[in-house]
C-alpha cells in the first residue's frame, strides 16, 4: 500500500501472509527487499515471525526482529502500536514484513487493523471509532 511523504518519495508497505510453514515466505521477503534496495528504495526490514526468524537471519538486510504476539498468544497491543508507529513515521521508507505461519491465524486481522489505523491517522476529519 502506497504511502505519501513530506519528503517527497513514496513510501509503501510489504507483507508476505500465507497460513501454511515452508513455502517461502522469507525467500520472497528477501528477493523483494534485496530488490527494492538494488533500486535506490529505503527499504526497512521487519520478521515478526516469532517460531522461524528466517527473514532476520539475512544480515545484509538487517530485518529488526518484532514480537507481535504476548505470552497468551495474543497480538500485543504495545508492540503492534509500534510498528504503526514506524509505519507512519518513517517517511519515504518502503517495509517489507515478513510474518511466520504461526503468526497468520490473526494475519487478516493484524491487515485489517493496520489499514484502520492508517486511515483514521492520516484523515484529515479524524476518526469517529472507539479503535
Known amino acids: 500500500m502506497p504511502k505519501g511523504t513530506s519528503n517527497g518519495q513514496d513510501g509503501a ?7 501454511k510453514g515452508g513455502v517461502g515466505k522469507s525467500l520472497v521477503a528477501a ?5 527494492l534496495k538494488n533500486a535506490g528504495r529505503d527499504v526497512r526490514c521487519i520478521d ?7 527473514f532476520a537471519q539475512y544480515n ?3 530485518a529488526d526482529r518484532l514480537q507481535l504476539r504476548d505470552e497468551h498468544n495474543r497480538i500485543d497491543q504495545r508492540s503492534f502500536d509500534r510498528l504503526m508507529e514506524r509505519f507512519l513515521l518513517e517517511d519515504g521508507a518502503t517495509f517489507v514484513v515478513d ?28 476518526c469517529s471509532c472507539t479503535r
Open 31 to 35: 528477493v523483494l527487499a534485496q530488490y
Open 99 to 126: 510474518s511466520g505461519a504461526s503468526t497468520f491465524l490473526r494475519s487478516g486481522t493484524i491487515c485489517s487493523k493496520i489499514m484502520h489505523w492508517i486511515t483514521c491517522a492520516t484523515t484529515d476529519e479524524g
Open 48 to 54: 515478526t515471525d516469532p517460531v522461524n526468524r528466517t
Open 60 to 62: 545484509v538486510l538487517a
Open 13 to 19: 508497505i510489504h507483507m508476505t501472509l500465507q497460513g
